[in-house]
């Protein structure tokens, strides 16, 4: 069959439907490979996929920026987790040169301001994080075994165990914010934060008015060379080897602190 299709590939004969993509990949598959890579997204087929390349083997060269308290920032502060029950400190910290960024852009974006909801981790609150969106997923999928309940479990929130995984969080890299208007009010996102599902993709359809609001903050972290989350509308990275695939650099400055 496979024979009989490329020649039809080769005489350039009417094909059915499919084979066009068929032939595509017969004919060039690391072009095709390649292709599917840059139209999915490193970070869907790093995080989701595990086919082509996992982030953790992006090399680090720390630059020791340090980490600072956001509370020194004018931005609008409410820590989830610490509200939760699963972080001890209500304090929030992120690496200087992601503070300084977010600055700039909230000054370009006059008339909004930055609400943020979680920023460096620590592997203990990354642990009590996976484990409540473990005990959850277990809840509603009873029917489910231990493995099933890892995989899913592990598309939206990074083990803690793994000493060879650093989770982006960890690095002080990431960032899990909204947009608030002068009132104060949150600008209509399309879901609740951590709300892990398909309309947590930044680019789901789910109103003219949410996807103007979501585009509005893309944009303007990513004017900032941050990078974007594919499965979490909130969250962005800076630094750190996530940001480093994405981005196609050598290397990530951001290490675990």
Known sequence: MGSRLWRKCERKERLSFGQPLRCAILSSPIAYAISLYRSLGARTLAKKHMTLIEYTSVRIRENRDPLVNLAVFNFILEPKYFQKGLAEDSKMFIRREVGSKLERIQEKLKGYRFKIWDGHRSRV?????????????????????EKMLKLETGKFVSPANNPERIPPHATGGSIDLTLVDKEGNELKMGTEFDAFGPNANPFADISPEVTENRK??????????FTMDKDEWWHFDYGNQSWALNKGRPFAIYGEV
Do not use: F, H, T
């Open 216 to 225: 509005i903050l893309r944009e303007a972290m990513l004017e900032e060379d």
């Open 125 to 145: 609150v990354q642990n009590n994080i996976y484990k409540k969106y473990w005990e959850e997923l277990a809840k509603r999928n009873p029917g489910w075994n």
